[in-house]
């Protein structure tokens, strides 16, 4: 089940100091037994092939840009592993905790005693502090007006390479260049078309032709510009559950990543609505 794509709105929520990264964690196999992530980048490669989202630009995109796109798919786990992947959790750069279900779109939000419990396909949602509803009062207002926007930004810091054929996504090949330490990269130039508040976004994201993955990209505010607001690795790959997923967001000095990754099939039982901070998963 696809839920509401996260280039439908406002990519440019990345903000270039503390946009609003991911150590290894005890994680649940399919079975239910905790294992802790794997330290290979390696995962068995599934053939399947990787869809294209209906409003995607095809026309506008190239073949050897959406080539690319499929290898690094099969790469993280491929489409049918990230299609039954249900609950992902992580931690964000600006120190919340947040878990959502893709499968009903249920998205928990939480930092310090603050919590939001929100859908993204209703748009609706509840906030506690400490443990108390505030969803009427100024502050819960105002939290849950941003939950949406903070859903696509945390989760596209953390999922992107999963999106690189979704809704109004422009993909296209610009070519061969090197990254941050030194290695080589194929380089795509990532746009949006018709959807979000920020359409005029672009990223250059970069994949390592030995290892099929993004490690790394750059974010530019507007497509016409010529030099990016930041630049961060893609780094730290290590299997959650059915997919493989990155840590490390560091530009090569701030030590930047995405703490408490975690990836599931299942829901542990009370955790998308607890209305006080839950154990990080």
């Known amino acids: 089940m696809r839920v509401s794509s996260l280039s439908k709105v406002a990519?440019?929520?990345?903000?270039?100091?503390?946009?609003?990264?991911?150590?290894?964690?005890?994680?649940k196999s399919p079975s239910g037994k905790k294992q802790r992530a794997g330290k290979s980048a390696t995962v068995a490669a599934d053939t399947a092939s990787f869809p294209a989202a209906p409003d995607f630009d095809r026309a506008g995109s190239d073949a050897k840009a959406m080539a690319l796109a499929d290898k690094v798919m099969r790469q993280m786990g491929g489409?049918?592993?990230?299609?039954?992947?249900?609950?992902?959790?992580?931690?964000?750069?600006?120190?919340?905790?947040?878990?959502?279900?893709?499968?009903?779109?249920?998205f928990r939000w939480q930092?310090?005693?603050?919590?939001?419990?929100?859908?993204?396909?209703?748009?609706?949602?509840?906030?506690?502090?400490?443990?108390?509803?505030?969803?009427?009062?100024p502050d819960g207002q105002k939290l849950l007006?941003?939950?949406?926007?903070?859903?696509?930004?945390?989760?596209?810091?953390?999922?992107?390479?999963?999106?690189?054929?979704?809704?109004?996504?422009?993909?296209?090949?610009?070519?061969?260049?090197?990254m941050m330490d030194g290695k080589p990269a194929e380089v795509l130039n990532m746009t949006f078309k018709n959807v979000g508040v920020t359409p005029d976004n672009k990223?250059?994201?970069?994949?390592?032709?030995?290892?099929?993955?993004v490690e790394e990209w750059a974010y530019f505010p507007k497509a016409t510009d010529?030099?990016?607001?930041?630049?961060?690795?893609?780094?730290?790959?290590?299997?959650?559950?059915?997919?493989?997923?990155?840590?490390?967001?560091?530009?090569?000095?701030?030590?930047?990543?995405?703490?408490?990754?975690y990836a599931s099939d299942t829901v542990p039982t009370g955790v998308m609505t607890s209305k006080t901070p839950i154990t990080k998963l």
Not at 203 to 213: G, H, K, M, S
Not at 243 to 261: N, Q
Request: proline residues 3%.
């Open 11 to 27: 990519l440019g929520l990345c903000i270039t100091g503390l946009s609003i990264s991911v150590g290894a964690c005890q994680q």
């Open 79 to 106: 489409y049918p592993a990230w299609q039954q992947t249900r609950l992902i959790g992580w931690d964000f750069l600006d120190g919340s905790y947040q878990l959502w279900d893709k499968h009903t779109g249920d």
């Open 111 to 137: 930092k310090d005693s603050t919590v939001a419990v929100y859908n993204i396909n209703t748009k609706q949602g509840q906030a506690y502090r400490s443990g108390k509803d505030i969803s009427a009062t």
């Open 145 to 178: 007006s941003r939950m949406y926007p903070i859903w696509v930004n945390n989760s596209w810091w953390l999922v992107m390479p999963f999106k690189l054929k979704d809704s109004g996504v422009t993909l296209t090949y610009k070519g061969t260049s090197t």
């Open 203 to 213: 990223y250059e994201v970069l994949i390592n032709p030995a290892t099929n993955l």
């Open 226 to 261: 010529a030099q990016p607001a930041f630049r961060r690795r893609w780094a730290d790959y290590r299997r959650y559950g059915r997919i493989m997923l990155a840590s490390d967001r560091t530009d090569g000095k701030d030590g930047r990543k995405l703490d408490h990754v």
